[in-house]
Structure formats: C-alpha cells, structure tokens
C-alpha cells in the first residue's frame, strides 16, 4: 500500500482547507466525505471531485482506510471512537475530545487496535515551527528559563457564519485555541507538569454580526472568555500563557521564549510559515524567515481579512500526512493522539485552575515529537496543482 484512503466526516467551515490540500500530500487519496447535514456534504464533494456518503456509510466502508474528523468538538469523541471502533486510522481537528477522559479512551482504543490517531494542530510542523525547533535544538538560546504566549482579540462571531459552540462548554479561547500554542511549546520545551490560571467572563453575551443566516442571533456565554495562567515544564521552564476573547487590540508577540543565551520569538502558531526573530544575550533581532522553506511560502488568505493583510501559509491536512507516512513508512508519526491528550489535559488543569484557584499537576507526559525536517517535510508534500484545488 502506499497510500491511505481518506474520509473526511464534518463539511463546514474549516473543510475547506482541507480538500483543497490533502491531494497535495503524498500517501493520503481523498475518496469520501459525510455530514450530518448531508446537503453540506454533496456541496463540498461537488466541489471537490469526490463522493458524498452518510456517516454510517462512510464509516463502513472498507475502502476508507483513515477518517478524518471535522466535527464540531462535541461531536469529536463519537465520530472518532466510531471510527476507531470500524479499524479506521483518526486523524481529528482539536480538541481531542471535550474531556479529558474521553480524549484518553481515544488514545488507549487507539493503541489497543494498533491504529494510528492523531490529532491537530499539525501547524507546528510547518516551516515557522520547524525553524524555531532547529534554532532552540541547536542551542542558540542556550537553556530555556521562561517565556511568554498571548492570543488576544474580540472572538468569532464578526467572521464565524455560526459561532454559537465558541462560546459554550468545550468553546472558549483555551479549548479553541490554546491547541496551537500549547502544541508549539510542547514541541519547543517538552511536557507541562503543573498550571496554575485564573478567568472571567468579560461579556456575559455575544451578538453574531457576520454575514450569514445567524446574524443578529444573541449567544449567551457559558465559558470563561479571559484566561491568565503559569506554566511549569518539566524541563523547570515557565510560561506566562494568556488567551482571551475579551481584547480589542494589544501588541504582545505570539510566543517569545527566553534561555539562558538568548531570546527567541516564535511566529504565529496558527499559521505553518511566518518569521522567527532572535537575539543573541540582548543583542538586536535577527529576523530569519521560513517562506523559502518547505511548506513556509503564503498560500491562503482567509475571506474574512481586510484587503492590507498578507497572504499566509496553510498547509492543514500536514499532520495527515505525517500519519500516513507514520502508518505506511514506520516514520515517527507527531501531531499524535498522545500529544492532543497531554495538551487537553493541560487545558482542562487551566481551567480547573481557574475554577478552584489551587495549581493542578499534569499527569500525562510525553516526549517531545521528533523534528521534522525540510527533506522530510518536502517529501511529504507533492503540491497542489489547479486541477487538485477547486478552491
Ligand atoms: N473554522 C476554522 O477556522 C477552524 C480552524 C481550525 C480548526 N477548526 C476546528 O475544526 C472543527 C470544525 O470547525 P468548523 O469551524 O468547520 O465548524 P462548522 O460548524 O463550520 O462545521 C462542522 C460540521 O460538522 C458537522 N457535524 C456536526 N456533528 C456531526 C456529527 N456527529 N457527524 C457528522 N457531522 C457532524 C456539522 O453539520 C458541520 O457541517 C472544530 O473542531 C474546530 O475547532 C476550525
């Protein structure tokens, strides 16, 4: 076999991205997709040259040897034990699942089938994050002491046509999108071993102003909007770690990391490619760009930014390939289930946190995923051509 064969259940928002690259990636052949809604899944297989099955089909189909799950994330937990339970490979959007102990059943179902599950973000394999690996592996910050990663900003519901699940239990700027920091410094620093974090609720209700069928729609919030928390590594490392949705504006960079030899700040982790500037013991910013690395040049613009905004690079489907050559090449597979669980413990320990106000210990470990790198990440991506995109 040299490659897998894709099912993709869950057509919204962010499926596009999605079958717009996976026939850019070696080892993964698009062939299905499904929704609950099965009129979103007959558009996006329109689309995108493939077939529209229900979820049941989709899942016994013995053709379909990975599925990847782009349900919303109460919906994560059953759609991938389902799949799991078929003897498909999972790949999921995060969170793992909205608990911590269903994201561990994934995990221990997963191995005890001997089936790959991984997990997003994958975006810390791109070239940014690569980059910023490479620097801190070969030493140029010397040992990391601390560090610093904000998300700030006014939430989803000026861009996202139905953000209501932002905004409840398994929502919230830690659950949505705390995943691709905490993945990036898991990747950089190795395993958090204890949090501590505070919350509130800065606007108990949300009005959805972007233009879809929801505009005007009133959404009540039910989960902590602000964060502020500490994170401890069991390398002794300590991070102050902010995600808000309560923010108009602020200037603080994505991750900066401090070490004993230098500084280091790491480009969005939302993004695969991006700028990593460092300085050596105070010395100026020496600004290295990733866009001439594989999987670093701008691709994508969202629909949603103002016309000054550049480009960026959006590579998903990455960490698909990296499972696929996990399952077909005995490759190191890195965006795992293994690290989604330890990252959704950490966020539920910052939450729980928050809520009690006493520090929690991390019980999961893991070491950090193996780098990547250019030759490996060239060789995983093949390029989408315009008859492969119809995006
Ligand atoms: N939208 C983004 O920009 C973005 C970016 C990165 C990650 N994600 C993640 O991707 C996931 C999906 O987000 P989205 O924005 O595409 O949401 P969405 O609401 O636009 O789409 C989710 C789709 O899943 C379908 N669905 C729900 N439950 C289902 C089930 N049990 N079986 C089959 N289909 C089901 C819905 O009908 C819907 O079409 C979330 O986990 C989110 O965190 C989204």
Redesign the pocket.
Known sequence: MSTLNVGV???????G?YFQNIPGYRGLTLRAC????HD??LAQASKYGTKALS?DDLLADPDIDLVV????????F??SLAALSAGKHVF????LAVDFEQGRKLVDEAEARGLHLGC??DTFLGAGGRLARKLVDDGEIGRILSGTAFLMSHGMEHW???PE?FFKPGGGPI??MAPYYLSALVNLIGPVQRVVAISGIGFPERIVTSDSPRKGHRIAVETPTHVMSLLEFASGAQITFCMSWDVWKHSHPAIEIYGSEGSLRVPDP?FFGGQVDISDRGGDWRNVDSSGMPLGSPNWR?PNWAPEMPDRANY?ALGLADLASAVLNGTPHRSSGRLGLHVLEIMHSILESAATGEPKPITTSLERPAPLDDGEAAGLWRGVTKASSAA
Do not use: M, Q, Y
């Open positions: 259940i869950g057509c919204g928002n962010i499926s991205i499904a929704d609950v809604k979103v899944a979820v799950n782009l349900t919303i994330p109460s919906a994560h059953g759609v999921s959007e995060k969170p997003a973000p996202h046509p139905d699940f659950l949505d939302n969202s998903r």
